[in-house]
C-alpha cells in the first residue's frame, strides 16, 4: 500500500526554468494539497482540489500553478522558477469532509533553485 | 482557522512522559483539535485527534479540558525515536477543504 507518492524526491533548476511535481494517491480520496515547508517553519498550503477538475489558492498560491485531471493525481507547476520557491514540497490527502480531518503526507520533494 | 500557541522545543529522557500543551483560545464549536508528528526529512504524520474530555491511543493520550480553550498531548515513556516536531492543529473537519493551517510546532528531543 504505497499511500501517497511524491515525483521526484530532489530537483536543482535554474532560475527561470519551469518544473512539473507529481503527485499519486492510491486511496481513493477526494482531496489533496500541496504544502511547502520552509526550514525551521511549519507547513504551508500553496494549493488544493476538493475533486477531479477542481483546484483552490491555499495560503501561499503565487508563482505556482496546478492541474487534478485525475482524482488520484495532483500536479504542482513552476512556470518561472525563482530562489524564493526553494523548500520542500508536500502533498497530502484527505477523504474530504465525511471524515475527521485527516490527511495523509507523501515524503516530499526537496526543491533547490539556484 | 483556530490560532494555536505551543512551546518551541522541549527536552526528555528516555523512558519518561512528554507532556505538551497547546493554547487554542478562541476554538469555535464545530473546531476539532488534532496533532501531527514530524520526523526529520519525512512528511508529518497524524497521532491523534479529540473533541473534548480525554482520547487514547496506541500511541498518545490527548486531555481537553471542559473549557476547550487548550490541550495536552501526552507521549507514555518516549524512546529516542519519539524525537519529532509535533504540530498542533485546530480546525472544523466539515471546513470547505479540509485545509490545515500548521504553525511552529514543538521540537522535542529525547536523550538517552
Known amino acids: 500500500n504505497a499511500g501517497v507518492t511524491q515525483t521526484p524526491k530532489f530537483r536543482v533548476l535554474k532560475t527561470g526554468q519551469s518544473m512539473t511535481l507529481l503527485c499519486a494517491q492510491d486511496?481513493?480520496?477526494?482531496?489533496m494539497y500541496w504544502y511547502r515547508q520552509d526550514p525551521g517553519m511549519g507547513l504551508r498550503l500553496i494549493h488544493y482540489?476538493?475533486?477531479?477538475?477542481?483546484?483552490a489558492k491555499g495560503e501561499v498560491p503565487d508563482g505556482y500553478n496546478v492541474s487534478r485531471l485525475k482524482k488520484q493525481n495532483f500536479l504542482l507547476g513552476l512556470e518561472s522558477a525563482a530562489p524564493s520557491q526553494t523548500s520542500v514540497y508536500f502533498c497530502?490527502?484527505?477523504?474530504?469532509?465525511?471524515?475527521?480531518?485527516?490527511?495523509?503526507f507523501g515524503a516530499g520533494t526537496r526543491l533547490s533553485v539556484l | 482557522l483556530a490560532k494555536t500557541t505551543q512551546p518551541i522545543s522541549m527536552d526528555s529522557y528516555e523512558g519518561q512522559e512528554v507532556n505538551i500543551t497547546c493554547s487554542h483560545n478562541?476554538?469555535?464549536?464545530?473546531?476539532?483539535i488534532t496533532w501531527y508528528q514530524q520526523f526529520p526529512s519525512q512528511g508529518p504524520r497524524f497521532i491523534i485527534q479529540?473533541?473534548?474530555t480525554k482520547v487514547t491511543n496506541e500511541v498518545a493520550s490527548l486531555f481537553i479540558p471542559a473549557d476547550r480553550k487548550s490541550s495536552t498531548l501526552s507521549l507514555p515513556r518516549v524512546s529516542l525515536s519519539d524525537t519529532a516536531v509535533y504540530y498542533c492543529?485546530?480546525?472544523?473537519?466539515?471546513?470547505?477543504?479540509?485545509?490545515?493551517?500548521f504553525g511552529g510546532g514543538t521540537r522535542v528531543l529525547v536523550k538517552p
Open positions: 479529540g473533541y473534548k
Open positions: 478562541n476554538i469555535a464549536t464545530n473546531d476539532y
Open positions: 486511496m481513493n480520496h477526494e482531496y
Open positions: 482540489s476538493v475533486g477531479e477538475g477542481t483546484t
Open positions: 497530502a490527502s484527505s477523504y474530504g469532509n465525511l471524515a475527521k480531518n485527516i490527511q495523509y
Open positions: 492543529l485546530v480546525g472544523d473537519p466539515k471546513a470547505a477543504g479540509n485545509k490545515l493551517t
